[in-house]
């Protein structure tokens, strides 16, 4: 079975903090991919990254940047200088590295709720 | 491009009523998914389809819950003898082939059961 744990349920900073999203998984499967995604308050989701489990480097995005270690089983999510734009609910999901194209289903975490203060 | 639709956006019944949901995936996309959304929960797996057939079903979560995808397009979701419980954002998304499941979800159908 596939978990994901979320323990940040919310949280809140001032603008131009930096702020870091934790996620920690569990999966048997030897190959698996990994993705974040945000929810702003209209509620659509919005893919952010995708990372399959043999690559462990670290990617940057602009302000984001993200933390995958294998040995923790983490894949933190870090917002750098943040932007009241960023407040959103974000979510960390999971699925198996599937034989159908790699599509399969995703495991979602429960979310963090971020808002930034003006 | 047009991303996924979902009508209607908005559904409340009554319970005991039967109800329909509808997804209109990106043109092309041959994967499509149902997730279900409660209250400060994240979405939670119903059912994936690859073309019309419905390749993993195991998240719907009783005999209530049937779903099609006659022309391998448009997808609907059908829920028999709602229940209050039943209450949720439905999800669906839908991704291609070779892109290594990056899903692109619709805006949902928010359910309301009374």
């Known amino acids: 079975a596939q978990k994901v744990t979320q323990a940040q349920t919310e949280i809140s900073v001032v603008e131009k903090e930096d702020v870091t999203l934790d996620c920690v998984y569990e999966?048997?499967?030897?190959?698996?991919?990994l993705f974040w995604y945000k929810q702003p308050p209209s509620g659509e989701l919005v893919f952010l990254i995708r990372r399959n489990s043999f690559d462990e480097q670290n990617e940057i995005s602009g302000r984001y940047s993200w933390n995958f270690q294998k040995s923790t089983s983490s894949f933190n999510f870090t917002i750098t200088a943040s932007q009241v734009v960023d407040s959103a609910v974000y979510f960390c999901a999971l699925s198996r590295d599937g034989a159908n194209f790699g599509n399969e289903k995703l495991t979602f975490g429960t979310g963090t709720r971020l808002t930034i203060i003006p | 491009g047009a991303g996924v639709s979902q009508t209607p956006s908005n559904k409340v019944t009554e319970k005991g009523k039967y109800v329909e949901l509808r997804c209109d995936p990106i043109s092309g996309h041959t994967a499509l998914y149902w997730y279900r959304q409660s209250l400060g929960q994240g979405p939670e797996f119903l059912i994936y389809?690859?073309?019309?057939?419905?390749?993993?079903d195991s998240g719907l979560p009783n005999d209530r819950f049937f779903a099609v995808r006659p022309e391998g397009s448009v997808s609907t979701l059908k829920i028999q003898r709602t229940e209050r419980g039943d209450s949720a954002v439905y999800l669906c998304?839908?991704?291609?082939?070779?892109?290594?499941?990056?899903?692109?979800f619709g805006p949902g159908t928010r359910l309301t059961v009374l």
């Open positions: 998304a839908s991704s291609l082939e070779h892109l290594y499941n990056e899903q692109f």
């Open positions: 389809f690859q073309g019309t057939g419905a390749a993993d």
């Open positions: 999966t048997r499967d030897t190959t698996y991919y």
